[in-house]
């Protein structure tokens, strides 16, 4: 019913951007916070950026400075742009977002994630 699918990864040099998206679609009566994870081979899925519906944001102390998120509500979308990219963001980076569903049903939804890659 719900669907989010997420956009942008890549491979890219150290210091360089890439802007991540994330497309909500379905049975959408309204989404709450939508945020970013990542999580890189070995360790555990950590919780990069988050921001609610009315667009209050906060950052892993790892990103601050680096990423920005943000998200349009009349596309049911979150972004994420990461400038001055370093080879430890290497990782697979999914999109969560808690969604109300239009017969009010309140869950979970996941992406499927998008790899990003940083050479040094």
């Known amino acids: 019913q719900v669907q989010l699918v997420e956009s942008g990864g890549g491979l890219v040099q150290a210091g360089g951007s890439l802007r991540l998206s994330c497309a909500a679609s379905?049975?959408?009566?309204?989404?709450?916070?939508m945020d970013w994870y990542r999580q890189a081979p070995g360790k555990y899925r950590e919780l990069v950026a988050f921001?609610?519906?009315?667009?209050?944001?906060n950052y892993a102390d790892s990103v601050k400075g680096r990423f920005t998120i943000s998200r349009d509500n009349a596309k049911n979308a979150v972004y994420l742009q990461m400038n001055s990219l370093k080879p430890e963001d290497t990782a697979v980076y999914i999109c969560h977002a808690g969604i109300t569903t239009r017969n009010f049903y309140t869950s979970d939804y996941w992406g499927q994630g998008t790899q990003v890659t940083v050479s040094s």
């Open positions: 379905g049975s959408i009566f309204s989404i709450n916070a």
């Open positions: 921001i609610t519906r009315d667009g209050s944001t």
